[in-house]
């Protein structure tokens, strides 16, 4: 089962930012918080992960509260083109964990004009 | 750089009858992960192969079996297909195995089975 809480959907004007929540109450010292979206029709796409320090990239930013127990990524200025899913997924890293991200069922974003 | 590369896009095969799915992962990258993703479900792993030997393995039965080339490209058969094995299937690459890495994903197989 998914590790992670997220709300369903969420509306979000264009050109507004977008905070997207992610709850991870059981999170382990170990685990990372990656962040992926997947636009319809199309393989999910990487957008930004972190450990315990907000990360920032040319995408987004990923903001980590101090417990760890929950995150919000941040779209800074959202288009029509990020309307997507977006999924949380928290994760080990080391050979034991490999490639398996588990993803829940993620948070609609629908930006609107 | 190409991204990951998946063939057929689109596949209708008859229950009972196997299907052979195929992925080309980016260049360099050794690392080849299978998702299955359906309505009911969403995105389940399926399994990872890593310079050829199957590395983890998600919860599905014995008729999912994949594997990977000395190329890094692998694939993936489903046997006796059945109705429910109608999904998005969906592979991932990335350099190398559990480490600090994000996932590029493909654009996917849509395989119907009727």
């Known amino acids: 089962d998914a590790k992670t809480t997220q709300p369903t959907s969420m509306d979000c004007a264009e050109g507004r930012a977008a905070n997207l929540p992610c709850n991870h109450s059981?999170?382990?010292?170990?685990?990372?918080v990656y962040w992926y979206r997947q636009i319809h029709s199309q393989g999910p796409q990487y957008i930004i992960h972190?450990?315990?320090n907000n990360e920032t990239n040319e995408m987004a930013s990923l903001i980590i509260t101090e417990d760890r127990k929950s995150s919000t990524l941040i779209l800074p200025h959202a288009t029509l083109r990020d309307t997507a899913v977006y999924y949380c997924i928290v994760r080990s890293h080391g050979s034991s964990n490999t490639g398996k991200l588990i993803f829940g069922q993620g948070t609609t974003l629908q930006v609107k004009p | 750089k190409a991204g990951v590369t998946q063939t057929p896009r689109y596949l209708i095969k008859t229950r009972g009858q196997q299907v052979t799915l195929s992925c080309s992962p980016i260049s360099g990258h050794r690392s080849v992960s299978w998702y299955q993703q359906t309505p009911g479900q969403g995105l389940q792993f399926l399994f990872e192969?890593?310079?050829?030997?199957?590395?983890n393995k998600g919860n599905f039965p014995g008729r999912f079996s994949g594997r990977q080339f000395s190329n890094s490209r692998s694939e993936m058969n489903v046997s006796t297909l059945e109705l429910g094995d109608s999904a998005l299937y969906l592979c991932a690459s990335s350099p190398w195995t559990g480490t600090n890495y994000g996932y590029t994903f493909g654009s996917g197989t849509r395989l119907t089975v009727v």
């Open positions: 059981t999170i382990s010292g170990n685990e990372y």
């Open positions: 192969y890593f310079s050829e030997t199957q590395r």
């Open positions: 972190g450990l315990k």
